[in-house]
Structures are given as structure tokens and as C-alpha cells.
């Protein structure tokens, strides 16, 4: 699988998930809390620079 489809399927199985009911109440409790928001936002943020470090280590750099 080349690394487009994967990302695609994984946003549309996050998309998915986010229309499930149980899923959309943890993230109105999560919203509601703000301690547990920020733990959240962090959480989220340090996913997103490692999945962007494992994308790199797949691609590759590109020259400049």
C-alpha cells in the first residue's frame, strides 16, 4: 500500500468514528473540561509531529 491510501484510509476511518455517538459524547466531555482539553490539544499536537516524523522516514526529504 503506498503511503496516500494509508493516510486516506485513515482519515476516512477517523471520520467515521467521529460520527459515533459515543465517540462524539467523550469529545463534548473532553471540550467541557479545560484541563482535560489541554491535555488533549498536547496529545493531539505530539501525535500529528510524530506521525509527520514516521511520513518523512517513508518519503524521504526532499532536495531543496
Known amino acids: ?3 496516500i ?3 486516506v484510509t485513515v482519515v476516512g476511518a477517523a471520520i467515521t468514528m467521529s460520527r459515533h455517538p459515543a ?3 467523550g ?3 473532553v ?3 479545560p ?3 489541554e491535555t488533549a490539544i498536547s496529545v493531539t499536537r505530539s ?3 510524530n506521525a509527520g ?3 518523512r522516514h517513508i518519503v524521504g526529504r526532499r532536495p531543496s
Open 35 to 37: 484541563k482535560a482539553r
Open 27 to 29: 469529545i463534548n466531555a
Open 47 to 49: 501525535a500529528a509531529y
Open 1 to 3: 500500500m503506498s503511503a
Open 31 to 33: 471540550a467541557a473540561n
Open 23 to 25: 465517540v462524539r459524547a
Open 5 to 7: 491510501r494509508i493516510a
Open 53 to 55: 516524523v514516521i511520513a
